[in-house]
């Protein structure tokens, strides 16, 4: 089972990596709309929009009914942040203790 359980610990951080790079870009490009620096009728960027819109919000919706208000600030993505960074720990960690 050793090689087996590196490997899959590998993909689970490599997977939590791509989806902590996806959050960064959704944050980034959402900022980037939002003060009208980056035209959002664009195709690409409403594309790109879209997809992380559909991948990210889903997840971000529960953290953000817990939350209070804050007055327009949204501070659920760093929450985010942290429960992907604990999660990919706690789960590589087993995945090795495993090997």
Do not use: C, K
């Not at 959050?23 to 980056?38: D, N, Q, T």
Request: charged share 10%; hydrophobic share 60%.
């Amino acid at each position: 089972m050793g090689g087996f359980a590196y490997d899959l610990a590998w993909l689970v951080d490599a997977v939590f990596g791509v989806l902590t790079f996806g959050l960064f870009v959704y944050i980034i490009l959402g900022l980037l709309v939002s003060f009208a620096v980056v035209n959002s009728h664009n195709q690409v960027v409403g594309m790109v929009m879209g997809t992380l819109h559909r991948i990210f919000e889903p997840m971000l919706r529960p953290i953000r009914n817990l939350l209070p208000s804050l007055g327009g600030i949204d501070i659920s993505p760093v929450f985010l942040f942290i429960a992907l960074e604990f999660s990919s720990r706690i789960l590589v960690r087993f995945l090795v203790s495993l090997a």
